[in-house]
């Protein structure tokens, strides 16, 4: 043998980087992949993947699109560092559910089908749930936590640190700070051996926390050459062409990419091409933190014309457009604060019956309340919703009594007020337009003010139902619920909580939490840039005003959204308005998430109209004259004549 051999025999082995190690080791599973078998990387994942092995790097920040690496990323940092550098580690999920949800359906299908991770990793911990979150291994041991409970971080001492979906995770944990700085805090022991992986897709402009922590990086992005002239360049959206004099459904057949400097078109093969050499640029200095970015135009599952098609399918509406800004296309969404414009809304009122003499419109399928509660009156607005979130306000009210002088209204803390909320709104059947009649099905009080006797209030009627698999859920018709406002950027529900009710044995009341900043952002931004048809077609989102005078528009547009020079922000109320009429719309849009309205399915739609005898939507027509539902007359049709709907629960 050699003298050189012999010196091979005796160095230490080479390191592996992680690409290396999970195309020799990873295999993918059928749980949650398409494909199972050893992982086959592509070339931008495999940078992305070698930056956790690289020892100069201390942190991973991952700003990406959805299915493109970030849990795959997670998984192999996890199974390289059980097999190859045990020590202890804690993955961060946004709720407790999910991380029990990533133990199931990732982490034990990866143990069952790595061999030297099953040979490695067993169960640990004391009670049912600790078994399903917890592993332990030679030398270390993994714990998947949610972000919820400051609790969670508290008493470990951890190497590797992973947070996921961090800008679905409350920015203040139990009041003890970022998780970022809770989970950074445990790392202290290992010094230079401790890791840190975030990723998620950005979020709105100046709050997104993955987007702050890759400002901070140094800003690594993939330049690809063209194919045609070898520029190089960063895939942007705003390069893909197609043909707009073209039916819809044909326009995202003609996608191509265009080259920003030669204008040559690209069609998916070129750009798979392309993509297939990357060449990740940074474009700060490196400070210790990797940071990545990347869309899905770079991705070899996501055609062009899926792209466009998607784009298309979301232009119209603005949550779709925001999803498709945040998860395709991993760019921050721009958040306008500037209030509507109040003489604009006033101007297009529409001409249907409402309060006293409301006719619901047929797109209306099902109807929520809102209440606001005053010293010494109620204001309540009730608004009717259908599909795609189109809505219709169709009463306004403010609710008093007067005292036995007939000029003094009663406080709210007596129960005579709340008898004539009960009476003039909740419990009243609104006709509509089909000649049937549609209850209240959820009535959200604030209870920010005069709260017992909102719970009074509560108690009286039905109450949320609670199923651990689904959670709070409405059961019955004229359901109440006390709300209080919250400041999620990214959630209108927020979260609940209970109170113990005067009477014990009436059960505890659930007080949702209402992401009131989530809410107002997309109220003004449904306001500001979605308007009516003019031939009565329905229009995803849209908010329906009947007659109301001024001073309702007034208070609607009343508060405008200042950032601070720090990135925070906070909703400003205008110089003398009164903002019910915003609180109310708040409500009611927390109103309708409760009751289900953003996971109905097509089903649902289609039995709430179909007990309305409405057969299917409204095919698009030549504009006419709208005309003017017509309130049952009772002397024509006795009241049990009208058809009562109550309507399918989602």
């Excluded at 295999?27 to 070698?50: M, N, P, T």
């Excluded at 401790?194 to 979020?203: E, F, Q, R």
């Excluded at 909703?571 to 009611?588: M, Q």
């Excluded at 504009?623 to 003017?628: D, S």
Aim: hydrophobic residues 35%; contains cysteine.
């Amino acid at each position: 043998m050699k003298f050189d051999d012999l010196l091979q025999l005796w160095l230490p082995p080479a390191k592996q980087t992680l690409s290396e190690w999970a195309e020799s080791n990873y295999v993918l599973s059928s749980e949650y992949s398409a494909k199972s078998g050893l992982i086959r990387l592509h070339q931008f994942q495999k940078d992305i993947f070698d930056a956790f092995t690289d020892p100069k790097v201390k942190k991973l920040v991952c700003m990406v699109s959805t299915q493109m690496v970030k849990t795959l990323l997670m998984q192999n940092a996890i199974a390289y560092t059980i097999t190859k550098q045990p020590v202890p580690i804690l993955l961060v999920e946004p709720t407790d559910k999910d991380a029990r949800s990533f133990a199931k359906e990732r982490l034990d299908p990866m143990v069952r089908d790595i061999e030297s991770l099953g040979k490695l990793v067993s169960i640990s911990g004391p009670g049912k749930d600790a078994t399903l979150t917890d592993r332990m291994f030679p030398g270390g041991s993994l714990s998947l936590v949610g972000a919820g409970a400051a609790g969670n971080f508290k008493r470990r001492s951890i190497a590797l640190l992973l947070v996921d979906e961090i800008d679905e995770i409350e920015k203040d944990v139990d009041g003890q700070g970022d998780v970022v700085a809770l989970g950074e805090a445990r790392l202290s022991t290992y010094g230079s051996r401790a890791k840190v992986i975030l990723a998620c897709s950005p979020t709105n402009e100046h709050e997104s926390r993955i987007a702050a922590e890759y400002a901070n990086s140094d800003q690594r992005q993939p330049w690809v050459a063209c194919p045609d002239c070898g520029a190089r360049q960063v895939l942007k959206f705003g390069q893909v062409k197609w043909d707009n004099t073209l039916p819809v459904k044909k326009r995202s057949e003609t996608a191509r990419y265009e080259c920003e400097h030669c204008t040559s078109r690209w069609d998916d093969a070129k750009r798979w091409k392309a993509c297939n050499d990357v060449e990740w640029i940074a474009q700060q200095p490196f400070n210790g933190v990797a940071g990545f970015w990347i869309n899905h135009l770079y991705s070899p599952w996501h055609s062009l014309s899926a792209i466009v098609e998607k784009f298309l399918g979301a232009k119209d509406d603005w949550s779709k457009r925001k999803t498709f800004v945040n998860t395709t296309l991993a760019e921050l969404w721009r958040v306008e604060g500037i209030a509507p414009d109040e003489d604009k809304l006033y101007a297009r009122r529409e001409t249907y019956p409402y309060n006293d003499d409301a006719v619901l419109p047929k797109g209306v399928l099902f109807l929520t309340a809102a209440v606001d509660v005053q010293q010494d009156r109620l204001e309540c607005e009730v608004i009717g919703w259908g599909r795609d979130k189109e809505s219709w306000s169709v009463a306004y009210e403010v609710v008093s009594v007067l005292a036995a002088d007939g000029k003094t209204p009663l406080p709210t803390t007596d129960p005579r007020v709340w008898d004539a909320l009960e009476h003039r709104i909740l419990n009243r059947d609104w006709h509509h337009e089909t000649g049937a009649t549609l209850p209240i099905m959820l009535m959200a009080v604030d209870c920010g003010f005069n709260a017992q006797a909102v719970y009074d209030f509560s108690l009286k009627h039905t109450r949320l139902f609670y199923n651990p698999a689904s959670g709070l859920f409405v059961g019955s018709p004229r359901t109440v619920v006390p709300v209080r406002g919250g400041t999620d950027e990214s959630k209108i529900v927020q979260s609940t909580s209970s109170v113990n009710a005067a009477r014990k044995r009436e059960g505890n009341i659930q007080i949702v939490t209402i992401g009131t900043h989530c809410a107002k952002s997309e109220l003004y931004e449904i306001l500001r840039n979605i308007k009516p048809s003019a031939n009565g077609e329905p229009v995803p989102n849209c908010r329906h005003f009947p007659k109301y005078n001024h001073e309702y528009f007034k208070g609607l547009c009343s508060e405008h959204r200042l950032v601070k020079a720090n990135g925070s922000h906070e909703w400003a109320k205008k110089p003398n308005a009164r903002n019910e009429p915003l609180d109310l719309a708040v409500y009611n849009r927390a109103a309708a998430e409760l009751y289900g309205i953003s996971r109905a399915k097509e089903k649902d739609w289609a039995a709430l109209e179909a007990r309305l005898n409405i057969k299917t939507r409204p095919a698009p027509q030549e504009a006419t004259a709208p005309q003017q539902p017509q309130k049952p007359n009772p002397q024509q049709a006795q009241p049990q004549q009208a058809r009562r709907i109550v309507g399918r629960f989602f």
